[in-house]
């Protein structure tokens, strides 16, 4: 099993920037690809950024040159630097990762992130 931890959500005005972490436990090893989700109210949940153990990077159009996901192997943690935020960025933040093992994927708790105008 692997526990994921996020930290870092808040409130902060259009343009501004957030870091979120999302700190890993457990059977770091069966770790494979990352990633962090974003649930906004009344919408599915869609994928923000991915990261693969090779260190690929994959992001949704919505946020391209605007976030940074990143790990720290050493750390066992994850990160999504967030700049330029806009209010269409507001939603609770989740941090997943994709398991080698069963149950083969593992969620965080989730972190809200809202951006005012």
């Known amino acids: 099993q692997v526990q994921l931890v996020e930290s870092g959500g808040g409130l902060v005005q259009a343009g501004g920037s957030l870091r979120l972490s999302c700190a890993a436990s457990?059977?770091?090893?069966?770790?494979?690809?990352m990633g962090w989700y974003r649930q906004a109210p009344g919408k599915q949940r869609e994928l923000v950024a991915l990261?693969?153990?090779?260190?690929?990077?994959n992001y949704a159009d919505s946020v391209k040159g605007r976030f940074t996901i990143s790990r720290d192997n050493v750390k066992n943690t994850l990160y999504l630097q967030m700049n330029s935020l806009k209010p269409e960025d507001t939603a609770v933040y989740y941090c997943?990762?994709?398991?080698?093992?069963?149950?083969?994927?593992?969620w965080g708790q989730g972190t809200q992130v809202t951006v005012s105008s």
């Open positions: 997943h990762a994709i398991l080698q093992l069963r149950p083969f994927s593992s």
């Open positions: 457990g059977s770091i090893f069966s770790i494979n690809a």
């Open positions: 990261i693969t153990s090779g260190g690929t990077t």
